[in-house]
Structure formats: C-alpha cells, structure tokens
C-alpha cells in the first residue's frame, strides 16, 4: 500500500532522537505502512482483537497503578509494577500527548515478560501500529497471545 502524507510525517516523528532518543522503529526498515498491514495480518492470524487486547492492557495498566511504584499481583497471575517519571511524550500521529508510564508484566505460570507503555498502548489501539522490530516498547503479537487470559 502506498504511503499518505499523515503516515510519511508520522514516520519522521518515528525516528531517534525526535519524540525519544530511541525512536519507534527499532532497526525496521520498512515503511509504516507495511510495518502495520503484517503485524495486523499476524494479529488475525493469532485470533487477537484489538480493541479485546487493548482493553486487557488498561485494565492490567489500573490494576497495577494500586501498587504506586510496587510490584502487585493481579487476577492472581500476573505481576504488575507501574512506574512513572516526569513529563509527556507526544503522539507521532500527532493526535495527543501521553504521561511516561510503563508497565511491566510478568504472566506468573509461563514467566512470560512484556513491557508496555501508555503511549505504546495508544499506538496499538488506536494506530494498530505495534512498533518497529527491535523498538524496546514493540508489542509482540507472540509475547502478547502467551499473556492474554
Ligand atoms: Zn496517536
């Protein structure tokens, strides 16, 4: 598919040093465009819905909020430690700004690890744009089917 100006622009804003010092796209070199459509393909592949597992991820993100900074157990599987530093971190849609939270899940009974962010959880929902390959926030559709209940 070919890529819109919104995309191109949302694609500059990707790289290191312009939102954050690592950027969005890990060593990814492909186009946004082609980024999103097979991480979508793969998503559908694995029967994950977004809006389902996005949903997952908030409810774990406010779960773990209860914790303020400590590790907590959540739904009795989960370990989840919300931490929060100073400041905002926009969009590179460009569509809002997102506080610097991050949320670190261990699945208790596969020791399964993931790491999401409250800008990486709007990327996914709301731009199905689960980051580029080796991008420390990725969401990795096989990390994210082992830890979805
Ligand atoms: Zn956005």
Redesign the pocket.
């Known amino acids: 598919m070919k890529m819109s100006p919104e995309l191109k622009r949302a694609q500059e804003n990707m790289q290191p040093g312009v939102i954050t010092s690592a950027g969005f796209l890990g060593e990814d070199t492909r186009n946004l465009v082609d980024i999103i459509e097979q991480d979508e393909e793969t998503l559908q592949k694995l029967g994950i819905d977004i809006d389902e597992a996005s949903g997952f991820l908030h409810h774990l993100l406010e779960e773990g909020r209860k914790g303020l900074g400590e590790p907590i157990t959540v739904k009795g599987i989960y370990q989840v430690q919300v931490t929060e530093a100073r400041g905002f971190l926009a ?1 590179p ?1 460009e ?2 700004i997102f506080r610097k939270t991050n949320a670190e899940v261990t699945h208790l009974p596969s020791g399964t690890y993931f790491l999401f962010s409250e800008l990486s959880l ?2 996914f929902e ?2 199905h744009f689960l980051q580029g390959l080796g991008s420390p926030f990725r969401i990795d559709p096989f990390i994210l089917k082992k830890l979805l209940p």
């Open positions: 969009c849609f569509d809002g709007h990327l709301k731009h």
